[in-house]
């Protein structure tokens, strides 16, 4: 894989050069990281914030990239949050297993919500947020785990939607990202 | 199910205990989801930040949002030391570490570009609990071996033996596993 050159990603009044990386050949996408970068967390979540349904009860999030993003949505609405994890912990009791659909064969992901956390979901309206819906797979295995938990998914908030849409839930994501 | 009280800057939990090996359990700490307690701990130790410190450095993942709410409170910057390598890093430096607690390889991997934001800086590494501090070793030598200097490092808990060289609000047993 090679860095060919930056491109700008603009969020609200924060704008940031961001590599662009070629994933398969021919076609590059920007990387956005909101690890590190305080400043366009903050920003993406008071943009977010609005979109946040009054009723949520919960967020519901997946490890990594997405972590900061949620908790600052947390903390702005005074509200719970869940991380669903990519691997499996020591610790998890009767955990729910969710394979992420993927349109790559032969790749797949794993998603693991220990019960303890499941329990928080259960009869809660939830919200699911993330930071880049491409496919669209992780936002399916997130709806499916709130599903299997019991609970009821009224919002999917993105920061950015990368090309075109190609699944049905309806994520709601504040911009688009290119596939050049 | 048995729980273990904390208190952190007036927030008080009920830290539930879990069996993590065959002999041994822990109080499981779980920032992830509670945004008062991290913001909590992060007000207790932005206090105690070592004042040369430059940038914060933190594994993934249970400690990013501590990682993140300090670096809100103080200005530096932060950065996460990831598990695996990603296809979109430039030029990864990985360290590989063995959990004494799993006995399982574990790899820490900081990004190039994370590695230009450490070199020649004062770095103090934030965590959530250390322990056998086998994941801190591993990240010291990481972040030595690029150029960086650990000025020092903050943590909520540390947990089994008592230590002196973590900055720490508290302090967590460790447990027989239940019957």
Redesign the interface.
């Known amino acids: ?1 090679t ?1 060919m050159e930056t491109y700008p990603i603009t969020v609200g009044n924060v704008t940031r050069h961001v ?1 662009l ?1 070629e ?1 398969l050949p021919g076609m590059r996408i920007p ?1 956005v990281e909101f ?2 970068d ?1 400043e366009l ?2 920003e993406a979540a008071r943009l977010l914030e609005p979109h946040l349904p009054e009723e949520t009860e919960v967020l519901l999030t997946t ?2 990239s997405p ?2 993003l949620t ?2 949505l ?2 702005l609405r005074d509200l ?4 669903a994890r990519r691997r499996r912990r ?2 998890m ?1 009767d955990p729910l297993i969710q394979e992420v659909p993927s349109l790559t064969l032969g790749s797949s992901d794993t998603l693991w919500l220990d019960r ?2 499941a329990e ?1 979901i259960m009869n809660r309206k939830v919200a699911i947020v993330t930071d880049v819906v491409s496919t669209g797979g992780t936002i399916k295995a997130l709806d499916r785990l709130t599903y299997r938990a019991g609970g009821h998914v009224i919002a999917r908030l993105s920061v950015f939607q990368q090309g075109q849409r190609e699944f049905n839930g309806e994520a709601f994501a504040l911009y688009n990202l290119p596939i050049l | 199910m048995r729980t273990y009280p904390v208190e952190i800057a007036g927030v008080q939990r009920e830290l539930p205990i879990v069996k993590v090996g065959d002999q041994v359990a822990v109080a499981l700490l779980n920032l992830l989801g509670d945004s008062e307690l991290t913001e909590a701990a992060a007000r207790a130790l932005s206090e105690r930040i070592p004042e040369q410190a430059e940038v914060l450095v933190t594994p993934e993942v249970k400690a990013v949002p501590l990682a993140h709410a300090l670096s809100v409170r103080t200005g530096l910057p932060y950065v996460v030391a990831r598990k695996t390598v990603k296809p979109y890093m430039v030029r990864p430096v990985t360290r590989e570490v063995v959990s004494i607690t799993t006995g399982k390889p574990q790899l820490l991997v900081l990004d190039g570009a994370d590695v230009e934001r450490i070199r020649g800086k004062h770095v103090v590494i934030v965590d959530d609990v250390v322990s056998t501090g086998s994941t801190l070793k591993g990240l010291k030598e990481l972040i030595e071996s690029v150029g960086g200097k650990v000025v020092g490092v903050l943590a909520v808990f540390t947990e089994g033996a008592p230590r002196d060289d973590v900055i720490a609000i508290g302090h967590l047993p460790l447990f027989e596993p239940e019957g």
């Open positions: 894989m860095i590599p990386v994933t990387l690890l590190g305080v967390v903050r490890e990594c972590v900061t908790h600052t947390a903390e719970p949050y869940v991380v020591a610790y009791e303890r956390w928080r």
